[in-house]
């Protein structure tokens, strides 16, 4: 083990919030780590969406110019089929600009940028291949900081472990909270009876459009949602839970009422979201 290390704030999780929060730590003087277990931010099928407020907060932060110029699309409206017609149900075109869309941004290319300002800062600091894995507590049982172990970035192999003490300690580790589970705080779950398979479906010259929209199609109790990015559309299909293990996936794609006919399936790539649940957390 490594001799034990300090700073002020110690952010375990180098999400979106994680990012974010050591980026305004650090531009408000105070030394921050923010510790990221992957090598990278490649993780596809996130929640890619950056809403009109954080729009507005980036201007604010001086970095709006930066942000407008990553890859992205704009959400422009919600529309719902209703009778063989659209029925628009949110128009963002209602609201003041510039803050009038919603960007659909990849999480990588946002949180990269995040980062890159972020260490533009002194008091910044961000560690990927470092992995939290459990909760220091000092004399008086006041959690002073983390334990942590380090991966090689190609092989994955352990490298080391170590201790890094902070006045402050932030879990920003998503729903699978280590930290949580450390500090012994349990998550009241509420199951929801449905599963989501996410599709990465190519768009072609001809389907290129300027803002992105959000259009559901439903077939009984299935959805299938398609949300236009840069340079795909990614498609949720939602139906009930455990739907997919009564079909393989050549079975499975023919088993979507809802696709709609003009579809190039071959064209498609897909993953199968974790267990849903909506988790509350309080002390």
Known sequence: MNQPESTTCVVVGGGPAGVMLGLLLARAGVEVTVLEKHADFLRDFRGDTVHASTIRLLDELGLGEGFRALPQSKLGNFKLPAGGKEVTLADFDRLKPPYDYVAMVPQ????????????????????????????????????AGVAYRTRDAATGVETGTGELRATLTVACDGRGSVLRQKAGLVPREF????????????????????????????SGADVLLSLTRKDFYQIAYIAEKGKDRNCGQKGWRASVPAWPASARISRTAWTKSARWTISICST
Do not use: C
Request: aromatic share 14%; no cysteine; charged share 25%.
């Open 108 to 143: 990588w290319d946002l949180l990269n940028f995040l980062v890159d300002a972020a260490e533009q800062e002194p008091q910044f600091t961000l560690r990927m291949n470092t992995e939290a894995t459990d909760l220091l507590y000092d004399d008086g049982g006041k959690v």
């Open 191 to 218: 199951p929801v009876p449905f599963d989501t398979w996410w599709f990465r479906l190519s768009r072609h010259a001809d389907e290129q459009e300027q803002l992105a929209s959000i259009m559901p199609r439903f």
